[in-house]
């Protein structure tokens, strides 16, 4: 099932996805409050029992589509996580024997459709195309075996960063990562059932059309449950947490020159299963 996230008629609703638009799911279950409410199998039988047996409430043209990611979830990413992506570095170090992580903020992301801001402080913006696991169950210390078993669901996202703020400090990429309405995700999370298997999902990046970025999970250094498992074992993971599994190579500070986003590019994110999560460039107002 595809779950939404919405504003529709100055309300904030959620609901699920269908061929004619979204059926409205808030209110209508009981004990459901939020999207990640969904993930227990029962209530997920019982919304996609609704939505098999309704109209669509409003067409997807006429709502604007929120981040499919609950307020209070951590947003935790993962970089330089599929092969040949070292390389780009060009330093001659040796892969890492563990993940690189680091957190972002659910302000700096704008759901599909609404512009990325190109702050006033730099006109260095990227992109990096990713797939994102949501938690639909949390743990700590979660056996790699049964870690899939926690995926809740999937989405698209823009890990849109502001490089040279990467580099304002030694070992340190968060101010870069986290400008206000940076990056995107979206356009909505697809269910866990929805897949067989995640081990050759496709992802791929497209700026104003030109493909900038492909690979599958396939070709990841760190799979899905590994991930699940190695965050686990330091940080109490919860229903609804977001673990961004990293980006292929051809982001825009790897070309020569690096070909940084501009103001009216529309960067698109593409990945099996999911959809095509799409935001154009804007500058951020002086």
Known sequence: M???????????????VKEDGIVDLAGRIEGVRELDDLFEPERRAEAEEIAAGSSARHALDDVTLLIPVAPAARILCVGI??????????????????????????????????????????????????????????????????????????TCLNEGTVRDWTRHAKFNVTQGKNFDRSGAIGPWMVTADEFDGYDDLHLQTRVNGEVR??????????????????????????????????????????????RWLVPGDRIEVEASGIGVLGNNVIDEAA
């Open 2 to 16: 595809k779950i939404a996230a919405y504003e529709a008629d100055g309300r904030t609703s959620f609901g699920a």
């Open 81 to 154: 996580n599929y092969r040949d992506r070292n390389e780009e570095y060009k330093d001659n170090s040796d892969p890492s024997t563990y993940p690189g992580l680091f957190f972002r903020t659910h302000d700096s992301f704008v759901g599909h459709g609404a512009p990325l801001v190109r702050p006033l402080e730099s006109d260095k913006l990227d992109y990096e195309g990713e797939i994102a696991i949501i938690l639909g169950e949390g743990g700590r210390r979660i056996p790699r075996e049964n870690a899939l078993a926690h995926i809740g669901a999937l």
């Open 213 to 258: 970025q492909e690979d599958t999970t396939a070709r990841l250094i760190f799979d899905f449950s590994y991930l699940i498992s190695y965050v686990s074992t330091f940080m109490t993971l919860q229903r609804g947490d977001v673990i961004s599994t990293g980006t292929p190579t051809g982001a825009g500070v790897r070309f020569d020159p690096p």
